[in-house]
C-alpha cells in the first residue's frame, strides 16, 4: 500500500478537474482495500473510492478525507466454460481485449469505455446495444454495514438503465466482478443500428466479436470518447500513480464521457415531444428517446460554450460529452451542465440526470 497527500485529484480524472486529496492511499490487493475501508469507517473518516476516475467531476477544493484508489490485479477462469473472476482494479478495456483475443462475446460492443472492472456493474456500464449486467454472474463486495467480505448475486444488484444498488448506496465497495460470456464464433447479435451500419449488418444480425470492436473503437475515436491506452502487452491495471492516458492535443478527450443519461419518459410526456425526436420503447412501457437530440435542438450544438474561449464547453465531436479544454474550473463545468439542463427543460419540460458522480459538488 503506498500513501501521498495532497495529490491533485485533477492528476487522476479524465475530466483533469479536482482539488487535493488530504490523503492518497493506494491500494494493490484486496486485503489492502478490506483494510483500509474498515478503518476509514471505524474511525468516521470520510472515505473516496476511486477506480479510474473517469465517472467522477470532483469539487475544486478536493476532498478532505481518504481517498482509495483500488489497483488490484488479477483475472481467473471460473469454474465453468467462458467465466471469469475479475479483480475490481483491473483496466476495462484491457478485459475486453482480453475477451475478444479469447473468442468470447458479451463485451465487445463495451470497447473504449474508460476506467476499471470494479465500476462497470456500479453504473451498469452500456454502449451500443450491449450493458455489463447482461453478463454478471455475482460480484465479490465488501458490506460496509456490516464488515464483511459476501457475495452479492446479478438479481442483488438492481441493475437498470445506467444504475444499480451500488450507485445508490455507499454500502458496498466491488472487490471483484464474475463474468458468465458466450462463446459462439459467429458472435453476439447487434443491436444497435449505427453499429451495425458500421459493420454493414442488419441489426439483429450476429458479428465477430474482433469486427465489433475494431468498429466500436473506430466510432468512439470519431466522436472523442476513446482515451487511446497503451497497447495491452499484459492485463493489468495501469500503475496507481500513473495519469490516464488522454491524447494531450485533443481536449474532447478531457470528459467524464457522456455527462447525461437518454430520458425514459412515461408515454404521454413522450407523446408531447416533436413528432421527429428519436423514440425507442423501453421494457416497462416507457419511452426512451434522445439526451443528444434534445440538447442540440434546444440550442447547445458541438463545441458551445460561454464567453469568446470558453475552457468548459460541449465537446466538438459529441454533444453528451461536456469537455476541460484546459484550466477550466469544476465550476465552469458544473455552470455549463446547469445552463444545458434548464434550457432543454425550458423547451421540453424534460429534466436531463448526470451520469458522473458528483464529489463535493451538487447540481
Known amino acids: 500500500m503506498r500513501e501521498l497527500s495532497g495529490v491533485a485529484l485533477a492528476e487522476l480524472t479524465s475530466l483533469h478537474l479536482g482539488g487535493p486529496a488530504r490523503r492518497l492511499l493506494i491500494a494493490t490487493s484486496e486485503a489492502e482495500v478490506v483494510e483500509t475501508v474498515r478503518a476509514a469507517d471505524d474511525a468516521g473518516e470520510p472515505l473516496l473510492v476511486l477506480g479510474g476516475g473517469s465517472n467522477v467531476v470532483v469539487a475544486d477544493d478536493g476532498f478532505d478525507g481518504t481517498v482509495l484508489q483500488i489497483a488490484t490485479t488479477g483475472v481467473e477462469t471460473g469454474p465453468e466454460p467462458h467465466t471469469l473472476q475479475v479483480a475490481?482494479?483491473?483496466?476495462?478495456?484491457?478485459?475486453?481485449?482480453?475477451?475478444?483475443?479469447?473468442g468470447m462475446s458479451g463485451l465487445e460492443a463495451l470497447?473504449?469505455?474508460?476506467?476499471?472492472?470494479?465500476?462497470?456493474?456500479?453504473?451498469?456500464?452500456?454502449?451500443?446495444?450491449?450493458?455489463?449486467?447482461?453478463?454478471?454472474?455475482?460480484?465479490r463486495v465488501l458490506d460496509r454495514r456490516s464488515g464483511d467480505v459476501v457475495t452479492l448475486p446479478a438479481a442483488g444488484c438492481g441493475f437498470g438503465y445506467r444504475d444499480s444498488v451500488l450507485k445508490r448506496s455507499p454500502r458496498y465497495v466491488v472487490l471483484a466482478v464474475s463474468l458468465a460470456l458466450g462463446h459462439d464464433p459467429l458472435g453476439a447479435a447487434v443491436r444497435y443500428a449505427e453499429l451495425a451500419r458500421a459493420l454493414g449488418v442488419e441489426v439483429g444480425d450476429p458479428a465477430p466479436p474482433r469486427d465489433v470492436r475494431r468498429a466500436v473503437l473506430?466510432?468512439?475515436?470519431?466522436?472523442?470518447?476513446?482515451?487511446?491506452?497503451?497497447?495491452?502487452?499484459?492485463?493489468?491495471?495501469?500503475?496507481?500513480?500513473?495519469?490516464?492516458?488522454?491524447?494531450?492535443?485533443?481536449?474532447?478527450?478531457?470528459?467524464?464521457?457522456?455527462?447525461?443519461?437518454?430520458p425514459v419518459l412515461p408515454e404521454a410526456?413522450?407523446?408531447?415531444?416533436?413528432?421527429?425526436?428519436?423514440?425507442?420503447?423501453?421494457?416497462?412501457?416507457?419511452?426512451?428517446?434522445?439526451?443528444?437530440?434534445?440538447?442540440?435542438?434546444?440550442?447547445?450544438g458541438k463545441g458551445y460554450g460561454r464567453g469568446h474561449d470558453p475552457r468548459a464547453r460541449v465537446s466538438t465531436k459529441h454533444t453528451l460529452a461536456l469537455t476541460n479544454t484546459g484550466g477550466a474550473t469544476t465550476v465552469e463545468l458544473l455552470d455549463l451542465a446547469r445552463e444545458i439542463r434548464a434550457g432543454v427543460?425550458?423547451?421540453?419540460a424534460v429534466t436531463l440526470e448526470i451520469e458522473p458522480v458528483l464529489v463535493g459538488v451538487t447540481l
Open 269 to 300: 410526456a413522450a407523446a408531447g415531444l416533436p413528432p421527429e425526436a428519436p423514440r425507442w420503447p423501453s421494457a416497462d412501457g416507457r419511452v426512451k428517446t434522445s439526451a443528444a437530440w434534445l440538447i442540440e435542438q434546444a440550442g447547445f
Open 345 to 348: 427543460a425550458a423547451r421540453f
Open 111 to 139: 470497447s473504449g469505455i474508460p476506467g476499471r472492472v470494479g465500476a462497470a456493474p456500479i453504473q451498469n456500464v452500456g454502449a451500443y446495444g450491449q450493458e455489463v449486467a447482461a453478463v454478471v454472474r455475482d460480484l
Open 218 to 262: 473506430a466510432l468512439r475515436r470519431r466522436k472523442g470518447m476513446l482515451l487511446e491506452p497503451p497497447p495491452p502487452a499484459a492485463l493489468l491495471a495501469r500503475p496507481a500513480h500513473d495519469t490516464l492516458d488522454h491524447d494531450a492535443h485533443d481536449h474532447d478527450t478531457w470528459s467524464a464521457g457522456s455527462f447525461f443519461t437518454n
Open 88 to 102: 475490481a482494479g483491473v483496466d476495462w478495456d484491457h478485459l475486453v481485449a482480453l475477451t475478444v483475443e479469447q
